[in-house]
């Protein structure tokens, strides 16, 4: 098996700062690539920031500048620093990876559960 844990949601104010983190554990073999999305209530899931093979990082355009996709390989884990946040970042926020698993056996797409993010202004 192998699981996503989200943590570092929280509530900041307007211009605020906060960081993510995702640990992938179980059978894996390697994480091809790495993701943040978001979910607003009533909105679709969107892809914030995503890293490939731990260097090559996308941003939606409305985070540019701000957002940070980073990831440590030994620690099958991936951050997303978030600066100068805005009410609109408030969603709650998925860490996807995609993962060659021991147990799978093949290249698998997994999810976390999500952690609130919320800006007030």
Same mark, same amino acid.
């Given at each position: ?13 307007? &211009? ?9 554990? &179980?059978?894996?073999?390697?994480? =091809?690539?790495?993701?943040? #999305?978001?979910? +607003? ?7 914030? +920031? ?5 260097? @090559?990082?996308? #941003?939606? *355009? ?9 990831? *440590?390989?030994?620690? =099958?884990?991936? #951050?997303?620093?978030? =600066? ?11 860490? @996807?990876? *995609?993962?060659?698993?021991?147990? +799978? &056996?093949?290249?698998? *797409? #997994?999810? &976390? =559960? ?8």
């Amino acid at each position: 098996q192998v699981h996503l844990v989200e943590s570092g949601g929280g509530l900041v104010q307007t &211009g605020g700062s906060l960081r993510l983190s995702c640990l992938a554990s &179980g059978s894996i073999f390697r994480i =091809n690539a790495m993701g943040w #999305y978001r979910q +607003a209530p009533g909105k679709e899931r969107e892809l914030v +920031a995503e890293i490939i093979d731990g260097t @090559n990082t996308k #941003y939606m *355009d409305s985070v540019k500048g701000r957002f940070t996709i980073s990831s *440590d390989a030994a620690k =099958n884990t991936a #951050y997303l620093q978030m =600066n100068g946040l805005k009410p609109e970042d408030t969603a709650v926020y998925y860490c @996807n990876a *995609d993962i060659i698993s021991w147990m +799978a &056996g093949g290249l698998t *797409d #997994y999810w &976390g =559960n999500g952690t609130l993010v919320t800006v007030s202004s």
